[in-house]
């Protein structure tokens, strides 16, 4: 009978570890190719989080100036928060921290471009840069 409850309780940890895993939004890593082509979606974002500017991607949808601090650009971002959204910085650590933060705000699908805009131009892709 002890065996059975073990076993049980084995089961359940087993179930309810799986649970919280499946049902707990990660900040996806991709790269430049994946990163263009979602972003040619309409109903996708485009977070530039790099302080100061030094360029952006094409499509580009809201520069942030204070990437520790998301939240108080809440109001600029979008209402639904299952939109994809896309963020990137120049090499990565400044969209690290503010993918994080978007998923604690709720949102569920977040993208962040491994190694950054530097990625980016390496790829072959250029940076444009508009008077920030």
């Not at 263009?36 to 500017?53: A, G, I």
Request: aromatic share 10%; glycine share 6%; charged share 30%.
């Amino acid at each position: 009978m002890k065996k059975i409850l073990l076993y049980l309780g084995v089961i359940i940890v087993i179930l309810i570890v799986s649970f919280y895993f499946l049902n707990n939004p990660k900040v996806k890593l991709i790269n430049s190719e994946e990163f263009d082509k979602l972003k040619q979606d309409e109903n996708v974002f485009v977070l530039n989080t790099h302080t100061p500017y030094e360029g952006e991607i094409e499509g580009t949808d809201l520069i942030i100036e204070d990437w520790e601090n998301i939240k108080i650009y809440e109001n600029k971002l979008p209402k639904d928060k299952n939109i994809k959204i896309l963020v990137y910085c120049r090499t990565g650590r400044m969209a690290d921290s503010a993918a994080e933060q978007l998923l604690d705000l709720g949102y569920k699908n977040v993208y962040n471009l491994e190694g950054g805009m530097k990625a980016w131009e390496v790829s072959g892709r250029e940076l444009i840069f508009n008077k920030h």
